[in-house]
């Protein structure tokens, strides 16, 4: 049975499509076959953070109004054969999209893959409300800050009012990721704690990303940090969030990176 | 192909039924009594509407056109006379109502179609209880009593009460009590972080909440028109 992830935030910049890639990529790599969503109509940045910028032909508005066939606009992953990625429409804006024609791609991708990832835009208007208008489960990423965190409450809000589920009077099982966490700047108070920020959504956490360089050096090179680099710090955080996701049971630590000797000397030459 | 026709001899029935109808009794002077008339249909216009009038005439001496007169009268006002009463036969013309006799007194029917009997409703709620954490952004309006939230109520996110509002969990967003005019009214809450109290309109900003109080249980009511705000514990 596939399942329906929406990787949302409100916030715009706390690392919704960056998560996407690294959760789609990390449950490829765990056997799954896995379809990632740009749903940020005119804004669309999953297809460089995947590295699939240059093949793409048709996308989602295409299909959305039945300009191209579904298998037309899915582009497989040259790294990963069971990732695929629909891209969004950079010309056209989330006007462009309709609910009906997103229920349709969502159906049929449905008897297609295992899991469906679809990368909100930032905001709570259109192309956000219907990214998580047929979703099964939502990830809410969040920063360590207020302004994210009570982006993230609202967008909590919407997801347990104007989805499909809730409409229907099911509930949209939801999971925080916390990203960019810093624990020396939080312990010295200058970054909300995980407490703070689970007290105040009151929401089950589904793992921590460390702030790191690996992240941004991933995107750089359009590649899912969980494939570029599979062992850094934030690599395994979205391992260990995949495993939540598949349920099982891993023990909620922030990984810390592992500096070795040569490493850290490099470094210094470097600086 | 000649079926054989049958005559059938058409059987007229008889069948009586009585009906109940108006009587007008016309006084003199028959104008000021046809003011009346006019009263009455200038307060309702239809009522006289699809039911049957019978004129007795047998308190008056009336001439056959004075009769005529009357009843064409009353057909501009668009009361039709079903009969006449208490006249003797010669006065009447072939264009008149017919002669009426027999008559016998009743009460009138009810004139105005029955009510639906209003259902036994449901006594409104005087309370609304909130099982969920309010989330940034959504706005809970019970103008119809208190409001009691299990959760937590988010940055940017407001309650809305008629009367005392109960926040089980912590209060970030804004909380406006009493605000029809119930001055009774309170707020309680786990602990307190508020962008905004409100009693009866009387209200304070997270500014003017003491520093002291701030993550504490708190409760709020107003006094002499000025809001207050304690700590519970």
């Known amino acids: ?271 | 192909m000649d079926a054989p026709v049958q005559s059938t001899r058409q059987l007229v029935r008889m069948r009586g039924r009585s009906y109940v109808a108006f009587v007008f009794t016309p006084v003199v002077p028959i104008m000021d009594w046809l003011g009346e008339i006019d009263t009455t249909l200038a307060r309702s216009p239809g009522f006289f509407v699809g039911k049957p009038v019978v004129l007795d005439l047998s308190a008056l001496d009336l001439s056959q056109s004075a009769v005529s007169h009357l009843v064409a009268n009353l057909e501009q006002r668009n009361i039709r006379v079903l009969g006449i009463e208490g006249v003797s036969p010669e006065h009447l013309t072939k264009s008149l109502p017919p002669l009426l006799t027999g008559g016998r007194p009743c009460g009138l029917p009810q004139s105005e179609p029955q009510k639906p009997q209003p259902k036994p409703a449901k006594p409104k709620a005087t309370s609304l209880l909130l099982d969920q954490p309010v989330r940034s952004g959504q706005s809970i309006v019970f103008a119809e009593g208190d409001v009691t939230v299990l959760g937590s109520v988010g940055s940017g996110a407001e309650i809305v009460a008629g009367g005392s509002i109960h926040i089980y969990g912590t209060l970030r967003g804004r909380a406006m009590a009493g605000i029809n005019g119930n001055s009774s009214a309170r707020i309680f809450c786990q602990r307190i972080e508020a962008e905004l109290l409100a009693i009866d309109g009387y209200y304070q900003t997270a500014e003017d909440i003491g520093e002291s109080l701030r993550s504490r249980p708190a409760q709020a009511w107003l006094e002499d028109d000025a809001l207050k705000i304690t700590a519970l514990n």
């Not at chain 1, 966490?181 to 589904?206: C, F, H, K, N, V």
Request: hydrophobic share 45%; with cysteine; proline share 3%.
């Open chain 1, 1 to 271: 049975m596939a399942k329906v992830l929406v990787v949302t935030s409100g916030k715009g910049g706390v690392g919704k499509t960056t998560s996407t890639a690294a959760l789609g990529a990390a449950l490829a790599q765990a056997g799954q076959s896995v379809v990632v969503i740009d749903f940020d109509v005119g804004l669309r940045n999953l297809d460089l953070v995947m590295g699939a910028e240059r093949r793409v032909v048709f996308d989602l508005i295409n299909v959305v109004q039945g300009v191209a066939k579904l298998s037309q606009a899915l582009i497989r992953d040259k790294r990963l054969e069971n990732l695929w990625l629909i891209p969004a429409s950079q010309t056209r804006d989330k006007d462009a999209l309709t609910d009906e024609g997103v229920r349709r791609v969502i159906n049929d991708l449905r008897s297609k893959f295992d899991w469906i990832l679809c990368d909100s835009p930032a905001g709570i208007e259109r192309g956000a409300t219907l990214a998580m208008r047929y979703a099964d489960e939502a990830v809410i990423v969040t920063n360590p800050e207020v302004s994210s965190v009570r982006d993230s409450d609202r967008i909590i809000g919407m997801l347990d009012s104007k989805t499909a589920k809730a409409e229907r009077g099911e509930r949209v099982e939801k999971h925080l990721l916390v990203t960019r966490y810093d624990a020396a700047r939080a312990s010295r108070g200058e970054m909300l704690s995980i407490d703070d920020i689970l007290e105040i959504l009151a929401t089950p956490l589904l793992g921590i990303i460390p702030e790191s360089q690996d992240v941004l050096r991933a995107s750089n090179v359009g590649c899912p940090v969980t494939l570029n680099s599979t062992n850094s710090a934030p690599s395994r955080a979205y391992m260990d969030a995949v495993r939540r996701l598949m349920g099982e049971s891993v023990p909620m630590t922030v990984p810390v990176e592992r500096k070795g000797l040569m490493n850290r000397l490099l470094r210094r030459r470097a600086a």
